[in-house]
C-alpha cells in the first residue's frame, strides 16, 4: 500500500497511478486503454465543453477487514449511466464494459484503497463526454469513457453527525421535465451559486423545494432527503431529483428492520413531523440533519437531539456500512469482491 495519512485524506484529488479508456468512434465503442496520463487531449470545439454533453458516476471501492476489496452496486451504476446516456443522446455503454472498467481501475490501483481502520475509501469517477468537434447544437458523434478513481475521506468533515440546511426558494438545481433525474455535470454547476450561500451563512449545505410550486421537498444540495417518523422512512418523489443508488439501498433496508417505506410528495409543512431527517448518497451515506432553516419563514425544523444522529438514521447507516465492508451478510447480493 502507499504511504499515505489514510485517516487525514479530505474528499478531495490525490493522484493514482493509473485510469482506463474507452471510445467511441464510427458507430461503436473500441477497446478497454490502459493510461497513466491524468490528462486528456480535447478539441477545443468538443461538444463536452460548449453544450454540456457529460455524465458521470460515483461509486466506491472499500478495503474490508477480511483483506479482500469489495465495491457496491456497481450495476445500478452502469443502469443509472446508461439512463442518462438516453436523457443527452450519448451511447449507452453495456453493463459488462462498465463493470469491466471499474475492476481494472480498482485492481490497477489497489495500493491506493485506504485502510479499513481509517474510515477512508477509493472514490471511483466514471466519466463520458462527447468528444467531436462542431459549433453547431447537436449531439457528438465521438465519445470518451474514462474511469479515475481516487483516495477520499469524509464528505463532510464531521463525518457521520448532525448538519444544519437552510432553504433556498431564489435558487432552482434544476426542474420538472428538464436534467434533473440525470446525473450530469449541468445540474451540479447549477448549485454552486446557493451552495456558497449556504457555506457563507454557516450551514453545511442548502435545501431545495421544488421549482415549479416551491411547496414540496426535492433534495439537499445533490443528496437525496428521506426523513423518519411513525416507524416510516419517507422520502420524496420527484421528476426533478437523481435516483440515488444509497438511497434505494437505504429504502430496502429500512423494510428489512420493519419500517414501512413511503416514496411521495412531501410538503415542507411536514417537516415538523419528522423525528429524524437526513441527507444520503455515495459520498457521505447518510448526512444527518440537525436542523433545516427557512430564511423567508423564520421557521427552523429541528431534528436532532443532544447534536446525535437519531437511533433509526444510526442504524441504517451502520448496517449498510457493514455491507460494504463486508462485516454483515450481503443478502442482497449487492457487493462484489475485486481483489481477493
Not at 438516453?86 to 464494459?97: A, Y
Request: charged share 25%; aromatic share 12%.
Amino acid at each position: 500500500m502507499k504511504n499515505l495519512d489514510w485517516a487525514s485524506l479530505s474528499f478531495g484529488y490525490i493522484p493514482t497511478d493509473y485510469n482506463v479508456r474507452c471510445y467511441y468512434r464510427d458507430g461503436k465503442w473500441g477497446e478497454i486503454e490502459v493510461c497513466s496520463d491524468e490528462y486528456i487531449k480535447l478539441h477545443m470545439a468538443a461538444t463536452c465543453l460548449h453544450y454540456g454533453q457529460e455524465a458521470f458516476e460515483g461509486l466506491k471501492a472499500y478495503r474490508c477487514p477480511d483483506g479482500k476489496i469489495r465495491v457496491f452496486r456497481m450495476d445500478e451504476n452502469a443502469r443509472r449511466l446508461q439512463d442518462t446516456c438516453r436523457g443527452i443522446l450519448m451511447p449507452p455503454l453495456p453493463d459488462d464494459r462498465f463493470e469491466e472498467m471499474v475492476i481494472k481501475a480498482v485492481r490497477l490501483n489497489q495500493e491506493y484503497v485506504p485502510t479499513y481502520e481509517s474510515g477512508a475509501t477509493l472514490y471511483i469517477r466514471p466519466l463520458m463526454i462527447g468528444t467531436s468537434a462542431q459549433v453547431g447544437v447537436r449531439p457528438a458523434n465521438e465519445y470518451l469513457f474514462l474511469i479515475l478513481v481516487t483516495p477520499v475521506g469524509p464528505y463532510f468533515k464531521g463525518g457521520f453527525s448532525p448538519n444544519p440546511y437552510v432553504i433556498v426558494r431564489n435558487y432552482d438545481r434544476s426542474a420538472p421535465l428538464g436534467t434533473g433525474m440525470f446525473k450530469v455535470g449541468g445540474n451540479y454547476a447549477a448549485s454552486f451559486r446557493a451552495n456558497a450561500l449556504a457555506h457563507e451563512k454557516g450551514y453545511a449545505s442548502e435545501f431545495y423545494l421544488d421549482a415549479k410550486e416551491k411547496k414540496y421537498i426535492d433534495e439537499c444540495g445533490a443528496a437525496n432527503f428521506f426523513g423518519i417518523k411513525d416507524n416510516t422512512y419517507i422520502t420524496p418523489k420527484s421528476s426533478s431529483i437523481l435516483p440515488s443508488i444509497t438511497n434505494k439501498s437505504l429504502m430496502q433496508l429500512a423494510r428489512d428492520m420493519g419500517l414501512r417505506v413511503e416514496q411521495r410528495a412531501i410538503l415542507e409543512e411536514e417537516l415538523a413531523t419528522f423525528e429524524e431527517a437526513g441527507a444520503c448518497g455515495t459520498a457521505a451515506v447518510i448526512s444527518p440533519i440537525s436542523y433545516i432553516d427557512d430564511w423567508e419563514t423564520g421557521a427552523r425544523y429541528q431534528f436532532s437531539k443532544n447534536g446525535e444522529p437519531g437511533p433509526i438514521s444510526q442504524k441504517l447507516y451502520h448496517h449498510l456500512r457493514n455491507i460494504q465492508y463486508g462485516i454483515e451478510e450481503d443478502v442482497h447480493g449487492w457487493t462484489q469482491v475485486v481483489v481477493e
